[in-house]
């Protein structure tokens, strides 16, 4: 397994591109199941998680080819049955069940294990297709869900921690060739649900509200081929925001969307950062310890889940207390224990994570896991004194294009060992 290794005070400087979206090209990938003609998925990251949608698509009957960030998927004729070994790699696969269903009425997945962030239910994903007129069955550790004809209704899909962003998609991509209208009540609001509807619309879908609590969509016949190309990563953007912010003599982003980062520019800029945005590009100007932030995650357009760890590597190097709280996922904190063997001093009551700042942290070798605490931990890395070893990367690639070269680019000093 390979690892990276981490050279800490080196200033970060210059501009950086982001890449594609990994939250929306996975469903836009999986919609294109529910279509027998052609589409063109343009602006895809080179990640492994989208390798393993790829090959469930191809499992799954599809032609796929992929030429550097560009992939086309033709699924004349398919499977329904997505096999255990794939799945279990990647808990989006979850996504594939809504387009099965819509376009075969059946669909079987594997389950989708937990994984270090906690338990990851499926309950309203399934309470959807029900309320479509599905029935499901878990059995031998998958997911079995089949209708005879499914028919538009109205659904709310809040779970006791909110809105479910790949079960609002699911939910979508299953009532788009539903008889009737559909409503979705308590939807997912996430820039990738936006970027899904837009997908699907362009295939002919028909929905309505997409970036708000509440979806329509007018069921119709069948849906055409399409061309489309990803939103930038938000999360990949704030992750870089979060890297200029405590190494940047100026660190500019490019082709990014500010607009979805509301929330992350609003902490960084809380955190005493000069942060300025433009067209497709958002520049932030770091300096010394930042400020004590009091921060609680939420749904879109609340502060990111996806981006608590890496804000934890902020605060940690601070004059004062900050106070996060994860209202998302609770157990989300697997950062913390690898940040304090870098002599953070952090402290979990719960869901809630008091961070007293210290003066410096200390390289020292580190375990990834879940990837956005992967992230966290390369960003402690830089600002250590010494050298942080970050074993088990293959998390980090995940949901990371080349984050090494990119973050060399701009003056820090990481090797990657290959194992
Ligand atoms: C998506 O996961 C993202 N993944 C996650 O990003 C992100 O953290 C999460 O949304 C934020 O909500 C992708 O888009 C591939 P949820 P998803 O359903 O859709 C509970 C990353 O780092 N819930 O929105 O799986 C659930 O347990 C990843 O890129 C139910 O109770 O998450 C959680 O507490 C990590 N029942 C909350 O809802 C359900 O049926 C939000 O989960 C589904 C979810």
Known sequence: ?????????????????????????????????????????????????????????SHLGAQVERASGVVRVEAEKIKTVAPYDIVRK??????????????????????????????????????????????????????KVFAGTLRGTTVNLRGKQGPTVLGTDNVIMAAVLAEGTTIIESAAAEPEVVDLANFLNKMGAKIEGAGSRRIVIEGVKELHGAEHTVIPDRIEAGTFLVAGAMMGGEVTLRRVTHEH??????????????????????????NGAPKPLQLTTE???????????????????????????????????????????????????????????????????????????????????????G???????????????SIDEKLNQLGARIERVKA
């Open 1 to 57: 397994m390979d690892k990276i290794l981490v050279h800490g005070g080196h200033s970060l400087n210059g501009s950086v591109r982001i890449s594609g979206s990994k939250n929306s090209a996975l469903p836009i990938l999986a919609a294109t199941l529910l279509t027998r003609e052609p589409c063109t998925i343009s602006n895809v990251p080179d990640l492994s998680d989208i390798h393993y949608m790829l090959q469930i698509l």
């Open 261 to 286: 980062l509301g929330s992350v520019i609003d902490a960084v800029r809380l955190a005493g950062y000069e942060v300025e945005t433009s067209a497709g590009s958002i520049r932030v100007r770091g």
């Open 299 to 385: 749904p879109y357009p609340g502060f990111p889940t996806d981006m608590q760890a890496q804000m934890c590597a902020l605060l940690a190097q601070t004059n004062g207390i900050s106070v996060i709280s994860e209202t998302i996922f609770p157990q989300r904190y697997m950062h913390v224990s690898e940040l304090k063997r870098m002599g953070a001093d952090i402290s979990l009551d719960g869901h809630t994570a008091i961070i007293k700042g210290v003066e410096k942290l200390s390289g020292a070798p580190v375990m990834a896991s879940d990837l956005r605490a992967s992230a966290a931990l390369v960003l402690a890395g830089l600002r250590a004194e």
């Open 90 to 143: 990647m808990r989006a696969s979850v996504c594939v069940l809504g387009p099965l269903l819509g376009r075969e009425k059946e669909a079987t997945v594997s389950l989708p294990g937990g994984c270090v962030i906690g338990d990851r239910p499926i309950d309203l994903h399934l309470k959807g297709f029900e309320a479509l007129g599905a029935v499901s069955r878990i059995e031998h550790g998958n997911v």
């Open 387 to 401: 050298v942080t070893e970050v074993n088990r990367v293959y998390h980090i690639d995940r949901g990371y294009e």
